[in-house]
């Protein structure tokens, strides 16, 4: 009932930026907690960022706060990942999804993203 797009993903030079965008189909989407995921080859689909419902309140893992930055457009349906000072391991593809609240774990997420390559380079 609530497909996810991502979009923005590509290649990019270490210590550079890139904004992702995820946009959802339907009129509820204010109503849903957004969080942004990332798996790179090998490892498990890790947490990154995820905002509120409704207020957009923002939070963020250790491992990208203060140079990711989560927001939501309500009226676009759209939620975003701006991501500054990339690194090597930043490279992953990048997943939106949609639950009920702004939990860690990906199985909690409610709909999903097919996901977006991002990858960093030197």
């Known amino acids: 009932q609530v497909p996810l797009i991502e979009s923005g993903g590509g290649l990019v030079q270490a210590g550079g930026s890139l904004r992702l965008s995820c946009a959802a189909s339907?009129?509820?989407?204010?109503?849903?907690?957004m969080g942004w995921f990332r798996q790179a080859p090998g490892k498990e689909r890790e947490y990154i960022a995820a905002?509120?419902?409704?207020?957009?309140?923002?939070f963020y893992a250790d491992s990208v706060k203060g140079r990711f930055t989560i927001s939501r457009d309500n009226a676009k349906s759209t939620v975003y990942l701006e991501m500054n000072s990339l690194k090597l391991e930043d490279t992953a593809v990048y997943y939106c999804?949609?639950?009920?609240?702004?939990?860690?774990?990906?199985?909690?997420?409610?709909?999903w993203g097919q996901g977006t390559q991002v990858t960093v380079s030197s």
């Open positions: 999804a949609a639950g009920l609240g702004t939990t860690t774990t990906p199985n909690t997420y409610h709909f």
């Open positions: 339907g009129l509820s989407f204010r109503s849903y907690a």
């Open positions: 905002t509120s419902a409704f207020g957009g309140s923002t």
